[in-house]
């Protein structure tokens, strides 16, 4: 399968826990974005991040959540104590480039749910 | 103003029939623009992408864009049933990668 991977597809957290969502892009893409879908509303952007680096963080939210890109591996976007609000569905992107040409190819998601 | 805005919806379309969905965004700068379909409970798939004035053909899909109204528009000619699902137009922002999305149109097709 050479189309961006997510795992877990759906998870499962009580409030204060932690949530690990990991996504390895297609093949030859070198750039990672993540989206969140809140129910009932749209895609919002979150993060934007190359191998080891971090290129825009604009839509994360500034305490709980953090994301990386490593060498090896795949991407990460970890939520530290999550809420009830945190439910969403979580989507990575990628792409080859990040210029205006460049087209973004999803993964199949990661449903949080948090009871 | 929302940066990009669709109209919610549903539209409602009987089978074989051209679906219209529309689209407006507030960056007069944007330069990229894109059409993904969303299936319930699915990821959004990619399906049009437009980058210059005028018409894109794609199959059943048409893409229209026009910068001076900064608008941009997705035809479907002879809609089936497959092709209800929820359409999400992006607009690419230029300055760091990201897409900014609509909040979708829900499109319906009756057999």
């Known amino acids: 399968n050479a189309g961006v991977m997510q795992n877990p597809r759906h998870l499962v957290r009580r409030r204060g826990q932690e949530a690990r969502l990991r996504c390895s892009p297609m093949k030859g893409h070198s750039h990672v974005y993540w989206y969140r879908q809140l129910p009932e509303e749209g895609l919002k952007f979150m993060v934007y991040l190359q191998k080891e680096n971090i290129i825009d963080e604009s839509g994360m939210p500034k305490e709980r959540f953090s994301a990386e890109f490593p060498k090896e591996g795949p991407s990460i976007l970890r939520i530290q104590q999550v809420v009830r609000g945190d439910s969403a569905a979580y989507f990575c992107?990628?792409?080859?480039?990040?210029?205006?040409?460049?087209?973004?190819?999803f993964g199949p998601g990661t449903r949080l749910t948090v009871l | 103003q929302k940066e990009v805005e669709q109209n919610s919806g549903p539209l409602s379309v009987p089978e074989g029939a051209i679906a219209s969905l529309n689209c407006t965004y507030s960056?007069?700068?944007?330069?990229?623009f894109f059409w993904y379909r969303q299936y319930s409970g699915k990821s959004p798939e990619l399906i049009m992408s437009i980058y210059s004035n005028g018409d894109k053909e794609d199959g059943r899909f048409t893409a229209q864009l026009n910068k001076a109204s900064q608008y941009v528009s997705l035809l479907i000619r002879d809609s089936q049933p497959s092709d209800s699902a929820t359409y999400l137009c992006a607009v690419f922002s230029g300055n760091t990668g990201k897409l900014i999305f609509g909040q979708g149109t829900t499109l319906q097709v009756k057999p």
């Open positions: 992107a990628s792409s080859p480039q990040a210029q205006q040409v460049t087209e973004q190819f």
């Open positions: 960056d007069r700068g944007s330069q990229s």
